[in-house]
């Protein structure tokens, strides 16, 4: 069963409107950048005459909303282990696209403010280094 | 902190190399333990809160916001993004494989119609 799943996953040709592929164990199709994902959201609200709405305080408020979806979806489990194990698919799936909502969402808001997230979070992640030094404790 | 309104980004930034950089840090600190699915959303959660609380309606562009305020602003939203990167690795997902074929799916469901245009053409 297993070697089976596995020759599948491989024969499969990369698309991006197939079935989601799992990255737990097996690599990633490409990598992908947080200005990309910026720029097509600034095209879809374009095109679709959606800017005027996005303002920082509807962007927050609707990430906030998708913030509470993500929720719900581990409201009732319980404690659940690394890498989701006996989980469905479906149920995989759809965790992956409301954590796709919220940084969809988390990107389009901070270009609205005119901020650069992906340098922002680099800094971040050099700060918290600084502030939580490795000791001989840990 | 140069801010990216107007000027070019410094260098795109991937969101592989934010997983790669918070792997090895949580496991240089021997916070992996810690690091299970409702821990890190209960965390995520926590950084939202506090994001324009008490600025009333706010422009585009943050005009009239200090340097110090924009900066804030960057390490709050920072944080939601790490979180977030952060969990779906620990759930085994691939976001940004995830996030793009989002932005299809919603294209489909919300397509391009002339009552956009139309829409748009009493604004502009």
Redesign the interface.
Known sequence: MHARLLDEAKNKEPC??KK??????FP??????????SK??AE?AE???WD?Y????NL?LA??GE?GE??EI?QWKG??????PNWSSDD?EH???E??????Y?VR??D??????????????V???QK?P?TST?
């Open positions: 991006l409107e989601m592929e799992y990255s737990n164990g990633r199709k490409r990598d992908v950048s947080l200005q990309e994902l097509r959201l879809f095109v679709r005459g005027q996005h303002s920082p305080r927050l990430l906030v913030v993500l929720s581990f404690e659940v282990a690394k890498g989701l995989k965790l992956e696209e954590l796709s909502d919220v940084l969809l988390l808001l901070a609205v403010c005119g901020l650069d997230l992906g340098q922002a979070a680099l800094t971040k992640i700060k918290n280094a939580y490795v840990n």
